[in-house]
């Protein structure tokens, strides 16, 4: 196989640059507030693009062109379930179409490899759009037994109106599938507003939903801070549902803004999750599965393994193994040949992850550290293992967001169980066991709203993924996931 020589300038980058825009009512649209936002590329700190930046009057234009693409007699109120389901696999089509490009786009964007880009973020974006395809012509009613002589009952289910979705830099494209997919399944018109760090997806992807067939005002893209675009999002009353994917600080601030004007919410927020090696494991995979599942985009993945337990006996082996892995990751640009390792997505948040470390090891915590980070720019910060913290240490507590896995020696299953539910947070759990009865007694234990055993780090459209605890609220994908996008209707019919 040949890699493509990496270019700074991705075309498809050079062409979303060329007029900085936003995407509103089906065409690239100018921002009203004047400003832009710079691009860059995590790896080398080289600006890649500009897009502008919405302002409030730009989510009022955008909100404005959903809420006509959600009047009852528009294009899109009056296609048929099978037409929307339609449109909708012929845009995970136009993904598996432009494969490499949007794989591209999101190393350069967000700091991603390029191999995992196109096998993880791409692959499953796309499916996410053929699984949602299948949903339309399923989102049925009931008839309803009621006790009223002569009363004929039934539910129907609705789209709950404009959708607003805000979301995190680590998977810009697959977030709007994640986000996009299910709401335009129900039948809702899109806002969305991607993390001000990485656009450019969200922005390309709109053109190819339209190139795809769905009706302008349907998908509107609005780049831009949180603080304005994220804030104006939240307050606007045309906007009956907001979903939102990022940290739990902010993700309190959408619950709050949504309680005072009572719209849905889905919370996809941060974790610290849980990961439990028991002693009768297959220790190779354990490790090879627990290094991949913190080390992957460079532990910046809210599921990410970060508190790993390991039984006592073989806790210094774990640790020894941990750093093998560490050190055989290449680390580098995600466009170059056989780099499996690349950089966190800005500089503010290499010094956030560093205090976190500095922070271990002051607190008395044994820090190993491996790997090669390249020379000159880019926000590389190498694989990290702290060993001998314990668990009130902030180290084994906090969200870091990096690549920097806490390991925790522990003595046995009830008291490992304890530990890992006391957290603040309830994304993923995973255990590695040979035993089915511990598989089964701790599968029951864990509190969290996805389990792993003896794997970690996949999802499937048709799996619910989401929160117990601070983790958040409601589930993306799966069938679950259009419940927050529906209303039920019940209909009374007097005989
Ligand atoms: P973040 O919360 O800082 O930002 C997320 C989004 O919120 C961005 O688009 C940002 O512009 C916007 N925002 C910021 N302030 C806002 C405000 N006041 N009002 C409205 N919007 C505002 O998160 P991040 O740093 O981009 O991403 C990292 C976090 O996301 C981590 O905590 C991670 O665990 C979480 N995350 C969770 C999931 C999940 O599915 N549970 C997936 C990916 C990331």
Known sequence: TTTPARSTSPAVATRLAAEPH???DGRRTEARSGQTLPVLDPATGDEIATTACAG?????TAVAAAVRAFDERSEWRRMSPLERGRVLSRIGEAIY????SFAELEVLDAGKVRGAARAIDVEFAARTFLYFAGWPSKIQGTTVPV?????HVRTEREPAGVVGAITAWNFPLLLCAWKMAPALAAGCPVVFKPSEETPLSALWL???ATEAGLPDGVLNIVPGYGAEAGEALIAHPGVRKLTFTGSTAVGRRIARGAAERIKRVTLELGGKSANIIFPDADLDAAVAGSAGGIFWHSGQTCSAPSRLFVHRDIHDEVVDRLLAEAAALTIGH??????DFGPLVNARQVERVRGYVERAAAEGAKVHQAGELPDGGGNFFPPTVIAGATDDMECAREEIFGP???VLPFDDADEVAERANASDYGLAAGLWTGSVTTEHAMTRKLRAGTVYVNGWGLTDPAAPFGGFAQSGYGRDLGPDSLDGYLETKSLWTFH
Request: charged share 30%.
């Open 97 to 100: 179409a432009n494969a490499d």
């Open 334 to 339: 995600g466009l170059d040949e056989g780099v």
């Open 404 to 406: 920097v896995v806490v």
């Open 206 to 208: 709109a053109e190819l």
């Open 147 to 151: 006790s009223h002589p002569g009363v």
């Open 22 to 24: 936003l995407f509103i």
């Open 56 to 60: 409030r009057d730009d989510v009022d």
